[in-house]
């Protein structure tokens, strides 16, 4: 278990993306809202609680078959795209308080599903220097 990682950076971004996730699902939930805007955050909900996990149990060291970092940035990229439609159709239809609460929320999801996918750029991008010791000459 990496026990820095909760408190790096990273790794409180993750947390507070699944615990804004899971206020956003709770919040659809209630307010009884289309099932696709449940749908939406419990999904995002467990992909960050998988990812969170990856992570926290240095698994991505270990399956080295796929470059997390990557699936990472796509699944953070996705997600933003498909919160910004759902949550821009519950705040205009806003049948209830919930449904406007859990839309707002979803959109604090999305600036956070961003700012992970802008930080794990910029790790990618720092950790390029991978194939060679010495610059060519």
Request: glycine share 6%.
């Amino acid at each position: 278990v990496d026990r820095a990682y909760p408190r790096s950076v990273r790794g409180a971004l993750k947390i507070a993306r699944t615990l804004v996730a899971l206020a956003t699902l709770l919040c659809f939930v209630a307010s009884k809202a289309h099932e696709a805007y449940a749908a939406l955050a419990g999904m995002e909900t467990v992909i960050t609680v998988c990812f969170l996990l990856l992570y926290l149990l240095r698994l991505d060291a270990r399956m080295r078959c796929l470059f997390w970092p990557l699936a990472d940035i796509f699944n953070s990229v996705i997600a933003a795209l498909f919160l910004l439609v759902v949550c821009l159709f519950a705040i205009i239809i806003r049948t209830n308080k919930g449904t406007l609460a859990g839309g707002v929320l979803g959109l604090i999801l999305l600036i956070l599903c961003l700012v992970d996918a802008v930080l794990l750029c910029k790790k990618i991008s720092l950790d390029k220097a991978r194939g060679r010791s010495a610059p060519a000459k």
